[in-house]
């Protein structure tokens, strides 16, 4: 029963920075993965970016240079910041949420909870 809420999405310029929170609630055991994914209209989802529950993290290759994550497990927040955007950055931004049975690389897991989405649009 995890529970996944984003937000910090809106408008921003290209070039422009974001800072994206989810907020997640629940039982979200011991071993996971957190991940930020992606979904333009008419596009498949995007893995972006994730952390594991051992602070392990990871993004998209194309993106790595302009993303980060982190997680305050204190707050249980986790958040994506995102610098020099793009307006192919336009989508929008789910949490997800994997609950880990071994140490599976939280670039492939298979998500299964997810949050309802922040918009991020980014005009030239």
């Known amino acids: 029963q995890v529970r996944l809420t984003e937000s910090g999405g809106g408008s921003v310029q290209a070039g422009g920075s974001l800072r994206l929170e989810c907020k997640v609630a629940g039982n979200t055991r011991s071993r996971y993965c957190l991940g930020w994914l992606r979904q333009a209209p008419g596009k498949g989802r995007e893995r972006v970016a994730a952390?594991?529950?051992?602070?392990?993290?990871s993004a998209a290759d194309a993106l790595e240079d302009r993303v980060t994550v982190s997680h305050d497990t204190r707050e249980n927040i986790f958040a994506l910041n995102m610098n020099n955007l793009k307006p192919e950055d336009s989508a929008m931004y789910y949490c997800?949420?994997?609950?880990?049975?071994?140490?599976?690389?939280?670039?492939?897991?298979?998500?299964?909870?997810w949050g309802q989405g922040t918009q991020v649009t980014v005009s030239a």
């Open positions: 952390i594991s529950d051992m602070g392990t993290t």
């Open positions: 997800a949420f994997y609950a880990r049975s071994g140490f599976e690389s939280c670039r492939q897991v298979p998500y299964d909870h």
